[in-house]
């Protein structure tokens, strides 16, 4: 049998399948190193040129000193000092668990605390993460001693926030508070990062971007270990624009020593103009305790407290106007001519209607009372007479016209609308008619009626200057950090009420009577030399229990009575009468603002007429005593 050439010898089929697919395999490992290769050094090259540098360079913020807070007349309110900030560079740790111990020795902190902190590190391994925020002069030495043992420790300087006078007006100014996380997500601070410090509320959120200011940054060059070898650049940052607000530190100050220790509400305000002179809801907050970052139990501890520091009552605290909501009345009654200055009726300390008898606070009566003498002495009885002739809607128009009901739209968060009822809301919110009885109650300012303490300022203002409401207002002027007003705030003028100025002006007058007359039920404010008109209030609280069945007690008032130059409004949570636990404290308010002696340290000899207001008799004073 003749041999076959080795050139004709077929190859098996199965080695041949094998050749081509090691040739696939080959040419696909290739092919894939070549993509990856284009990949990495291609595609993205920039990204891994950046980590490269990131590892050498680093780039520290320079946090700017945020803008300084002033009152009216300059006072610094709020400015910033120099704090120690501790952070944690995650790339530059060596040892998590040697790390958290030495942390917890030189720091006052728990392990769970310092791992709360940690947590953080998945978001970037360059990002600095705080640990703790204005650290101790001891705190610092200790950290500084032994941070060149400690890999990944960063001491930052940065302004925080300062209070030279004390917490003043903390539900006005504010506090400022992490950054969270929902608000990061909302690209509405684009500038801001995890651990920044920013307005959380009050003046300090509502002005976030003027006093908050610009950062800068720190171009540094680190070694292996994350330790500074050379600055390598610097972005200065710009400092926030300072505030001058409306706030009068000495009247603030009087207000918050005259609340201390009580719940309740003060407002004051220039009546020509709108400006809030002062505002103070007690109890309060310290806002330097958010200086730094709380702990879950120090945030729980703060807002379950069942005295609401927090809450401001002076916006959002909802009172049933009490007494103080007669002028209201009777200014309505005048308006829709139901009744006339000499308009009548006599009290004998009860007013029967239907199947009811309402009672005058005052149980032997007034006896004949005309407009002047019922808001003096503030007889209900009158005012029943007043409510029953207007009707509920009639009633509530007047009430709405002076602001009351409704925001005053301060440019403070959240602010409550009280209510002023008509027969439409309680047709659809109960679904049953209004009941003519139902208005009495209104008429003396209690039944559905609810107000804030800023309505009732603003309210009272608007008598005082004549029937002009004003939109209150915190802020005069921004002034940028070299001292050069940029924007100022003007009055805003919301409306001219159409009322009858003869009307205001009987209005103004009856409410002098009440703190200067005798019998008037608030001549615990009366003032030497300056004759100052108010109202006292009492309203009544369903469901006391253990507050002992004390009522909340009202004043409104203000000064001068023929140029008023100031307008407040006081309620004491549970303190009873007006003229007792109220009108004290617009007194005093008083006095500081036109820079009176104190009433214990007055002349006692009598003055004459020109000098000072009537004088109450011996017999008066118990009729000073609001019983209203």
């Known amino acids: 049998m003749p041999s076959i050439p080795l050139f004709e010898q077929k190859e098996p089929a199965d080695l041949q399948r094998q050749f081509w697919i090691t040739t696939v395999v080959i040419l696909l490992i290739f092919f894939g190193l070549a993509g990856r290769f284009w990949y990495l050094q291609i595609f993205k090259a920039a990204h891994f040129k950046k980590m490269s ?75 600095p993460i705080p640990i703790k925020l204005d650290i101790s002069q001891n705190e610092l030495g200790l950290v500084e001693s032994f941070k060149y043992l400690i890999p990944g420790i960063y001491i930052e300087v940065s302004p925080q926030r300062n209070y030279p006078l004390g917490p003043v007006a903390p539900h006005v100014i504010g506090y400022l508070g992490e950054i969270t996380s929902k ?73 918050q020593e005259a609340l201390k220790g009580k719940a309740g509400a003060v407002a004051v305000l220039n009546p020509t103009t709108g400006e809030i002179l002062a505002m103070h809801s007690s109890p309060d907050f310290d806002p330097s305790t958010f200086t730094r970052k709380l702990s879950s139990r120090e945030w729980e501890a703060l807002f379950s407290n069942p005295l609401k520091p927090f809450q401001n009552r002076v916006i959002q605290g909802q009172y049933p106007p009490g007494s103080t909501y007669k002028m209201i009345t009777a200014l309505a009654g005048l308006e829709e001519k139901v009744i006339t200055p000499q308009t009548s009726f006599y ?8 199947n009811r008898v309402f009672h005058c606070w005052k149980k032997g009566g007034h006896g004949t009372v005309s407009l002047h003498k019922a808001i003096v002495q503030s007889c209900d ?39 002023i009822p008509t027969s439409v809301w309680k047709l659809k919110r109960y679904k049953v008619p209004w009941q003519p009885g139902e208005t009495l109650s209104l008429a003396i300012g209690q039944g559905y009626n609810l107000t804030t ?39 805003q003028l919301i409306r001219s009420i159409p009322v009858s100025p003869e009307n205001l002006r009987l209005i103004r007058e009856a409410m002098a009577g009440v703190i200067n007359e005798p019998g008037g039920t608030g001549g615990a404010s009366r003032l030497w030399g300056i004759v100052a008109a108010g109202k006292t209030g009492t309203a009544q609280v369903v469901g006391l229990g253990k507050k002992g069945g004390r009522d909340h007690a009202w004043f409104v008032a203000f000064a001068p009575l023929e140029s008023p130059q100031l307008a407040l409004a006081i309620v004491a949570e549970h303190g009873g009468h007006g003229g007792e636990a109220a009108a004290p404290i617009a007194r005093k308010i008083f006095e500081v603002y036109f820079n009176l002696p104190p009433r214990a340290t007055r002349p006692a000899v009598t003055p004459s007429e020109s000098e000072s207001p009537p004088q109450p008799s011996s017999e008066s004073l118990v009729e000073d005593k609001d019983h209203d």
Not at 347 to 354: E, I, K
Request: charged letters at 25%; one cysteine or more; a positive charge.
């Open 183 to 255: 608000q990061l997500r909302s690209n509405l601070y684009p500038e801001n990062r995890m651990g920044d410090f920013i307005g959380q509320w009050g003046l300090e959120k509502e002005y976030e971007a003027e006093l908050g200011g610009k950062k800068g940054g720190r171009f540094l060059e680190v070694d292996a270990i994350g330790q500074e070898v050379q600055v390598l650049g610097t972005r200065e940052s710009i400092s926030g624009n300072n505030l001058m607000t409306t706030l009068d530190w000495n009247i603030q100050k009087t207000v």
């Open 53 to 127: 540098e990131n590892n050498r360079i680093r780039v520290f913020d320079i946090r700017p000193a945020r803008g300084i807070i002033f009152d009216r007349r300059g006072e610094p309110l709020i400015n910033s000092r120099h704090s120690f900030n501790l952070y944690i560079i995650p790339d530059d740790v060596q040892n998590w668990d040697l790390l958290k111990k030495q942390l917890g020795n030189l720091l006052d902190m728990d392990q769970q605390e310092i791992e709360q902190r940690l947590a953080q590190k998945k978001v970037s391994p360059f990002h």
């Open 453 to 491: 303490p800023l309505q009732m300022a603003a309210a009272t203002a608007a008598i005082a200057n004549g029937g002009r409401t004003f939109r209150p207002f915190l802020v005069k002027k921004l002034i940028s950090p070299g001292g050069m007003v940029f924007k100022e705030f003007p009055p």
């Open 381 to 419: 009885v009158y005012f029943y007479n007043v409510g029953h002739r207007l009707g509920v809607d009639r009633l509530a128009r007047y009430a709405q016209l002076f602001g009351l009901g409704q925001p005053t739209g301060i440019a403070l968060n959240p602010e409550k609308s009280g209510l």
């Open 347 to 354: 009290c004998n300390g009860a007013f029967p209607f239907g």
